[in-house]
């Protein structure tokens, strides 16, 4: 079975600028999670989708967003990007959300802002 | 809120055991552990549930313990493949985010 992929893998952009990430979660698998990775604040929620609605939203402001096509892809969207962006993002698969579910991790989208 | 994992780092030499530590401020539906390699994606190792169940590894072992709302996960005779950094991650209700503590990087050396 193929794993969760993501792309692009790197990506640098200038503050202000806007950027999309995708997701490709693993067949069959119909929530996506998203994951922003720094030095500084670990691994942090962002959000979780699930049949095409939002399930779960973390503590991001709206400048950050998502959403999860019929076939369970998954983007996410960051716009007027700042230098504090940078970071890896991480989506995760799961088969459900219904709790205690394995969540199987991307490689992750590394972007730089400058 | 964000669990607490304890030690922040160790470092073992081959074959020595090492027990990390999740810690939460709420009640717990789930814990799930997780170990990430420098330059690599979060495995899953284990989920623990609320109640006992255990799903994951059988070469490394975890209890959860409901009422201190903490779980340990237990590594036992290190291998040089277990270096990497350890994520707890909490759920707190079926179905919520999943929050992770900051990690334990552990370093296992020949």
């Known amino acids: 079975k193929a794993g969760v992929t993501q792309t692009p893998r790197y990506l640098i952009k200038t503050r202000g600028q806007q950027v999309t990430l995708s997701c490709s979660p693993i067949?069959?698998?119909?929530?996506v999670s998203w994951y922003q990775q720094t030095p500084g604040q670990g691994l942090q929620f962002l959000f979780e989708?699930?049949?095409?609605?939002?399930?779960n939203k973390g503590n991001f402001p709206g400048r950050f967003s998502g959403r999860q096509f019929s076939n369970s892809r998954s983007e996410m969207n960051v716009s007027t990007l700042e230098l504090g962006d940078s970071a890896l993002y991480l989506c995760?698969?799961?088969?459900?959300?219904?709790?205690?579910?394995?969540?199987?991790f991307g490689p992750g989208t590394r972007l730089t802002v400058t | 809120q964000q669990p607490v994992q304890s030690p922040q780092a160790v470092i073992l030499r081959e074959g020595e055991d090492a027990v990390i530590n999740c810690s939460s401020s709420k009640a717990l539906y789930s814990v799930h552990w997780y170990r990430q390699k420098h330059g690599e994606a979060p495995v899953f190792l284990m989920i623990?549930?609320?109640?006992?169940e255990q799903k994951g590894h059988d070469k490394i072992s975890a209890s959860f313990n409901e009422k201190k709302q903490q779980s340990s996960l237990y590594l036992t005779a290190s291998q040089l493949s277990y270096s990497g950094t350890y994520f707890c991650?909490?759920?707190?209700?079926?179905?919520?985010?999943?929050?992770f503590g900051g990690g334990t990087r552990l370093m296992v050396k020949p």
């Open positions: 991650g909490t759920e707190n209700n079926a179905g919520n985010m999943l929050t």
């Open positions: 989708y699930f049949s095409e609605t939002q399930r």
């Open positions: 067949s069959g698998h119909r929530s």
């Open positions: 995760a698969s799961s088969l459900s959300t219904g709790g205690a579910e394995e969540q199987y």
């Open positions: 623990l549930l609320k109640g006992g």
